[in-house]
């Protein structure tokens, strides 16, 4: 089955970016999702990226897409210090039409 | 984006006793709908998957006697935890899938039985 695998931590300063990686072994993986989650709160869908894409913008977040390295990456702008959270990946497969989660990346932003 | 709601966020119960979560989408018909479990500090645990007015698949080791889900409608997936023990407690969330790619999560219900 599919396994997706992320760090567990990354630190960073206000101000800078972040890049969050993710691996995944699906290679029929159709869309790949970056979620986030604050303490206590259920996930919010940051936002994902079909896999024939390579690249996707959304204000502050660029996702990349390396599907030969099977590689994700999330990277955020100028990170704040409300950007400190859990950040998941997931892959989604038709086959077995359900997301995969990867373990979590903890980000923390520093003054 | 779109909103899922979950009722109660936070249940106390005792040992022996059943809980019953709600699952809504607010503002679009999911056709599928998820059911998670999250210990803490690690990822989500897919429990099973639900299909509008058809039984639910359970993934491997979910006992579906125990964890009784039920998705009567469009916008609505109701999850039963039977005879409740202390090794139940845990963060349940629910995700909604739409007819497009997006799959939404609500904010998680925190079951603690004591």
Redesign the interface.
């Known amino acids: 089955g599919e396994d997706v695998e992320q760090s567990l931590f990354l630190s960073v300063r206000e101000g800078d970016s972040s890049v969050i990686n993710c691996t995944y072994t699906d290679s029929s993986s159709t869309?790949l999702?970056w979620?986030k989650q604050e303490p206590?709160?259920?996930?919010?869908?940051l936002t994902?990226i079909?896999s024939n894409m390579d690249m996707k913008q959304d204000q502050r977040l660029t996702v990349l897409l390396n599907k030969k390295d099977k590689h994700l990456s999330l990277r955020i702008a100028d990170t704040q210090t409300g950007d400190s959270a859990i950040y998941?990946c997931a892959a989604?497969t038709g086959t077995a039409?359900?997301?995969t989660?990867?373990?979590?990346t903890r980000l923390q932003v520093t003054l | 984006?779109a909103v899922?709601s979950?009722h109660p966020s936070r249940v106390i119960c005792k040992s022996g006793t059943s809980v019953k979560i709600e699952c809504r989408s607010l503002d679009f018909q999911a056709t599928?709908m998820?059911w998670y479990r999250q210990f803490p500090k690690?990822?989500?645990m897919?429990m099973a998957?639900s299909n509008e007015g058809s039984k639910a698949t359970y993934e491997q080791g979910v006992e579906k006697d125990k964890f009784l889900i039920n998705h009567a409608s469009l916008t609505l997936s109701t999850l039963t935890v039977t005879s409740a023990h202390p090794e139940d407690s845990s963060f349940y969330?629910c995700?909604a899938r739409g007819p497009g790619?997006?799959?939404?999560?609500?904010?998680?219900t925190?079951l603690t039985v004591t």
């Open positions: 869309y999702y979620y206590g709160a259920g996930l919010q869908l994902y079909f998941f989604y039409s359900k997301l989660f990867g373990t979590g | 984006g899922v979950q599928t998820f690690k990822s989500l897919l998957t969330i995700s790619a997006e799959q939404y999560f609500g904010p998680g925190r």
